[in-house]
């Protein structure tokens, strides 16, 4: 592993075999969707394009998108690395600012007053139940995302938003 440095004291992290794709720009910080990533400008002069390290790295197609595993944008690590559709990154973003109940997948509804589990697939919502608290609707929303999310779930557990119940 090699550490690449940008700009604002930070650096990138990539593997050996990588360093001769990269080494020959010079790589800055980028901050985009709230996360920093390492970026270039390999332009000629007069053109404007604009590269991110994590899509070198990984050859992505246009219309694909690289999956940092860890969320750290910095860490382009092939490990770490994965091609995605825009909707399997999305299932792995980590709990919204906005969440009312403290929990990924989990709302409240008012008509039933209870805690409902729920995700969207394809625009499609799909609710796994209603339960008392938030907590079991959570435990809930961590079970079937791993069956319908796979390599891309992103469970409260994982998050550590709840302590799961050890087993005896």
Not at 11 to 18: G, I, K, M, N, P
Not at 35 to 59: C, E, K
Not at 119 to 127: D, G, K, N, P
Request: aromatic share 8%; hydrophobic share 35%.
């Amino acid at each position: 592993m090699k550490e690449i440095p940008l700009t604002k004291n930070q650096v990138a992290l990539v593997d050996d075999e990588d360093l001769p794709l990269i080494s020959e720009y010079k790589w800055h910080t980028h901050k985009s969707n709230g996360g920093l990533y390492a970026s270039t400008n390999p332009g000629r002069a007069g053109q404007r394009r604009f590269v991110l390290m994590h899509r070198l790295i990984m050859g992505a197609p246009k219309g694909l998108q690289v999956h940092h595993a860890d969320h750290n944008g910095l860490n382009n690590q092939k490990s770490n690395l994965s091609l995605a559709t825009n909707a399997e990154n999305v299932r792995h973003q980590k709990l919204s600012s906005k969440s009312t109940s403290g929990f990924k997948g989990v709302s409240w509804h008012k008509g039933m007053k209870k805690w409902r589990a729920r995700i969207h697939i394809s625009r499609q919502e799909i609710v796994f139940g209603y339960f008392d608290t938030a907590e079991e609707a959570a435990k809930r929303y961590d079970a079937e995302v791993v069956k319908h999310f796979g390599e891309f779930a992103l469970t409260n557990a994982s998050l550590c938003l709840y302590k799961p119940q050890q087993t005896p």
